[in-house]
């Protein structure tokens, strides 16, 4: 971190930018910053009483479309008062002059962020409860009405999979980190096995348990964060994304795959489909298997963007190096799944 971007170099810039916007009333600002966040670094600010969350672009060079907090800050503003619970946002500020890039700030959430898709130390009601009510948010979500919204323009109508692939492909072969065999099979492979038809709503892409925030007792997520991947696409590779915890082993990332999920409580990887496709009147069927290859191609593809930026010392995470090393392996898992898809 420069001294620019410091705790207290931003505490004192933002000072007289909270008290002209009423944020403020003339209390010190106090800055720290939050855990996570190996994308947009964010920061959590105290104000006497009151806290509140600060998230903004990465210094340094940025690959294009990467980074897109004003997404981020216009898709939970307009997901205010829905069934898909988000904070409260507060101010968007493009002016980098401020603090070097842009920013907003939005409410902080006082409740539990778990990480382990386990959630090792709970009872198996506890996990059951946590996991139907995470089924019941992502459902609730592809059902939203982008255009009722004001997001009908947020996005593009089909070929969802179809950009993704190009996209994130692009992206890694900008990229000047090595990048696995796999994962250029994949790049290779899934081109040519498309969906043949997409349903088109709003998607997370990132949409998984560490993203969310619970209500301190109740198995009740008060706010899902991290919409930077969000866009109008195809709800079953959003699901697929979210389900790859099912098949990740945890050596490898956040997954649960080859525990004992009927000892945990947690519902298996069909009973969780089964569940989303009575909510959500949608099943992926035999296109799970691609859907899968396609999520953990597009996450070993952040990870190695993430490989990148710690190589050139920009990364906002201390951990970015272990996490940029786990691209490979997940690339070579998108492949397994790629193989399975194709024997059926």
Known sequence: ????????????????????????GGEAVTVSVLAGGQSNPTYKLQLGDRQMVLRKQPAGSL???AHAIDREHQVMQ???????????????CDDAELLGTPFYLMDF??????????????QPAERGALYAEMNCVIAALHQLDPAALGLGSYGRAG????????????????????????????????????????????????????????????????????????????????LAYHGMAWRVPPALWRGMGGCDLAALGIPDERAYLAMYA???????????????????????????????????????????????????P?????????????RG
């Open 1 to 24: 971190m420069n001294a620019a971007s410091s705790p207290q170099a931003l505490a004192q810039r933002l000072q007289p930018y909270l008290q002209d916007l009423g944020l403020s």
């Open 159 to 238: 070929g969802y999979v179809a950009r993704q692939t190009k996209r994130w492909s692009q992206q890694t072969q900008q990229l000047r980190v090595p990048v696995d065999p796999a994962m250029q099979q994949l790049m290779d492979w899934l081109p040519q096995h498309l969906p043949q038809a997409e349903e088109t709503t709003l998607v997370h892409g990132d949409y998984r348990l560490d993203n969310l925030v619970w209500h301190r007792s109740e198995p009740q997520i008060i706010g899902v964060l991290d919409w930077e991947l969000s866009t109008l696409g195809d709800p079953l590779a959003d």
């Open 278 to 328: 009575e909510r959500a009147g949608r099943d992926p069927g035999p296109l799970w298997e691609y859907y899968l290859a396609f999520n953990l191609f597009r996450m070993a593809a952040i990870l190695y963007g993430i490989a990148q930026r710690a190589a050139d010392g920009t990364a906002a995470a201390a951990d970015a190096v272990a996490t940029g090393a786990k691209a490979g």
């Open 330 to 342: 997940l690339a070579a898992l998108g492949w397994q799944c790629a193989q399975a898809f194709e």
């Open 109 to 122: 959430l006082d409740g539990r962020v778990l990480v382990d898709p386990a959630l090792p130390g709970m």
């Open 63 to 65: 690959v294009a479309g």
């Open 78 to 92: 307009a997901l205010a008062g829905t069934a898909v619970p988000v904070p409260r946002m507060l101010a968007y």
